[in-house]
């Protein structure tokens, strides 16, 4: 019979949101009146924009005629879609060639994975998204490094304490951790992948929720990038795609392994091979949010999660515990000290009838922590709110809350 | 610096349909004025049905509500849409826990090689479509088995005569050659299959074009298939999904792994890493194309497709060559004997200035074979029998035509 993979014994359990949803299901069957607020995943709640749903009824149109149908479009994505997205998010110091055009980061960040192979060995942030450390075990692997980002280092990894591997995946705005990497450290971390020959593979999936001017939006904004990074991105949050799925990663021309060979050449095979372009219904409807009026009402979006994340910021920053995030990004990522994740997970669903994640689940240094995701509508952040501040459990309250 | 994953080594250049494009651009740069029929790629031609496009709009206008607006749906697809395909596709012999939808057949091919790994042994029918090769090499492999499927054994491969694989790969009908496995061939190759513990991977991508009630749509008609085979299948052919993706696996619960682990829960947790769900609008689309209206205009799409096949399939007999496929398949896989596939397409485009698929780039036995396909418009068509009527190569008329 036919050996198991082995790669999938690595394996953990897939734990977080299953478990997550399991403790919620347990709390409705014995409390089935109590209703509970959600703010636990990264799940966008506000419609399309009234561009990119114009579009799509357009499309959905054309696509019925003789004249407005086609068919396969290239793997790597419409070339006016990766035009404007080299236009709009990288000032067009990125060349159209460089851009693929997906059906989303998460599936992209799978894809790099088959890109490097078994052999690559990679770093990740802890706490980090699961799916780096999951599609590397599939995949096959060396072993993970994983590198603490806690308050002490500011989230971000020291590059005098990197080990030596080929993949650094960083994910700025932080997921879970909503802390955003500042141009220095994203300097020096350049500098040690062009020192030790390294890669990075930067999630910039919720950029477009960085407010501070001064914080850089993407890795390119850095000299020397374009020779050591790939840069993964997605239409999911800030243009409400995650349903109807669209994400994009650059492959810098000049990116080379080892013996010269081209980066961008064996990313172009693997994607001719293993996909077959996003919905071309999905790429018009990217093409309208980067229209003039498209991005007027993206921006009024990110202003709306924005806006929700400082009024959770607000009610939690009350309660005295000391919180990360929020500012330039849609999580909030709360110290609760020494206290367990999944047991602060269980006082605020039992008492505060609030569903966060805990933050262990993201990495043995999320331990202490919960996050708070910002994507609500604002009638639940509303809810949320008004149960913190009535519902706070008693064996979370600080005796000496930390000054605002 | 990083090492180049060794696997793309072993690939060989994807060489095909780049190299159709290659000849076809320097004829036209040579001959700007000749207007050239496409007969070679399987891209769809006509529109989304009605009922498609207009479910599409719905939707598309829903996803810009409040009301109507939802982010992720989950990443084995609406349970809706698996209901109503095992219900259409599978008269419910199949549980919609078992249908895993996906952006498309090739996606999933793909996703296969990555469950199975590396150590994994394959064998695929030569000619093949390139996908399962490619993908297996990029995954890492095992000598690959090519099992010849000719006129000779009617372009199946004979059970007695497959070496010990794990996984043998089956594209029925076929594509390049049009052939379609009657129930007796495919239930020597489950019985095959049961014999060896080995697992088929049947890629049902064309079965909606069967016209003969005898012949068998998926392996499941084939009793205790479920033990040892996957069927994948795809949208893009019989609904026009080609742009828009659309397509789904059936991962039978029973399926096991030597150590009676669950292929079907290995399958799951590779999803939910490598794949968030396929497009909610495209999931919408395909309910639709399900629903009475829906299969009935499908339907009229598939007759029309077939027309043209037999429309090809008399002006090509008349030139006395043999014809395989045509019949319950959309593509004709004619044998021109000792005369080699590149040339042909040479002549033939040079000649009579129309534009096929070499057979020779499927495997070492589509040599002499050149593929026509039958997804063009009417107009298209029309235009190439003309051209076959009028402009044939001298070269290729035969002293003793055939009978008809």
Known sequence: ?????????????????????????????????????????????????????????????????????????????????????????????????EI???????????????????????????????????????????????????????FFPDPKLLPAVDLLYLCSPNNPTGSTATKEQLKSIVSWAKKNGALIVYDAAYAAFIQDPDLPKSIYEIAGAKEVAIEVSSFSKFAGFTGIRLGWTVIP??????????????????????????????????????????????????????????????????????????MNAPYLWVDFGEKKSWELFQHLMEETHLITTPGSGFGLCGEGFLRFSAFGTRQNIQKAIKHIETKWPRSLELMSPLPI
Chains 1, 2 share one sequence.
């Open 1 to 97: 019979m036919v050996k198991r993979n082995p790669n999938f014994k690595s394996l953990s359990e897939n734990y977080l949101f299953p478990e997550v949803a399991r403790r919620v299901k347990a709390f409705k069957h014995q409390n089935p009146h109590v209703e509970l607020i959600s703010l636990s995943i990264g799940d966008t709640s506000q419609p399309l924009s009234a561009t990119i749903s114009k579009m799509l009824k357009k499309k959905s149109e054309e696509l019925g005629t003789h004249a407005g149908y086609h068919g396969y479009g290239p793997e790597q994505g419409a070339l006016s879609l990766r035009k404007k997205i080299a236009h709009v998010f990288y000032s067009d110091t990125i060349s159209p060639e």
């Open 100 to 154: 693929f055009i997906s059906d989303g980061a998460k599936c992209d960040i799978g894809r790099l994975q088959l890109l490097f192979g078994a052999q690559a060995s990679i770093a990740v942030q802890d706490p980090t998204y699961p799916v780096y450390v999951d599609s590397k075990l599939i995949v096959g692997c060396h072993p993970i490094a994983y590198l603490p980002c806690t308050p002490q280092n500011n």
């Open 253 to 326: 021309k000049g990116l080379r392994f080892e013996q010269y060979e081209s980066v961008h050449q064996d990313y172009t095979r693997l994607i001719t091979t293993f996909f077959n372009g996003a919905s071309i219904l999905s790429q018009a409807g990217a093409e309208a949010a980067l229209s003039e009026n498209g991005l007027e009402e993206i921006q009024r979006t990110i202003n709306f999660y924005m806006e929700n994340a400082s009024l959770i910021r607000h009610a939690l920053q009350i309660k005295g515990y000391k919180i990360y995030g929020g």
